[in-house]
Nanobody
Framework: QVQVVESGGGLVQAGGSLRLSCAAS????????MGWFRQAPGKEREFVAA????????SYADSVKGRFTISRDNAKNTVSLQMNSLKFEDTAGYYC???????????????????WGTGTQVTVSS
C-alpha cells in the first residue's frame, strides 16, 4: 500500500519562502511521477506542479511558474516543492500525490494520481 506524507508547511509573510517535502513509500518511487496540488477554503483543489519519474519532465500552473520549483530525489524517495516570492493567494492546503502509472511525462490532471497525502497547510500573511 502506497503511503504519501507531506511536511514543511507553515506561516510565512508575503514575499517569503517555504520548502515542502513529500515522502512516498510502498512502490518503486523512481518509477512514478509525483504532483503537488492545493486547495484553498471554498475552492476546488487545483494543480500546482508535477514531475515525471526521472525528474526530466516538469510542469507548473501558470500562477506559480517562475516562483515555485519541483524536484525529486529518487535515492531518498522524496519530492520537494520550493516556494519563493509567496503571495497571499498561495494560502492553501498543499497535497502531494503519486501517479497511477509510470510515465516520464509530468502529469497535470488529478485523475492521473492514485495515492494522496493528507496535506500540509501553507498560510501567507499579507
Amino acid at each position: 500500500q502506497v503511503q504519501v506524507v507531506e511536511s514543511g508547511g507553515g506561516l510565512v509573510q508575503a514575499g517569503g519562502s517555504l520548502r515542502l517535502s513529500c515522502a512516498a513509500s510502498g512502490r518503486t518511487f523512481s518509477s512514478y511521477g509525483m504532483g503537488w496540488f492545493r486547495q484553498a477554503p471554498g475552492k476546488e483543489r487545483e494543480f500546482v506542479a508535477a514531475i515525471g519519474y526521472s525528474g526530466g519532465s516538469t510542469s507548473y500552473a501558470d500562477s506559480v511558474k517562475g516562483r515555485f520549483t519541483i524536484s525529486r530525489d529518487n535515492a531518498k524517495n522524496t519530492v520537494s516543492l520550493q516556494m519563493n516570492s509567496l503571495k497571499f493567494e498561495d494560502t492553501a492546503g498543499y497535497y502531494c500525490a503519486e501517479a497511477k502509472t509510470s510515465s516520464w511525462c509530468a502529469k497535470r490532471s488529478q485523475s492521473e494520481y492514485s495515492s494522496w497525502g493528507t496535506g500540509t497547510q501553507v498560510t501567507v500573511s499579507s
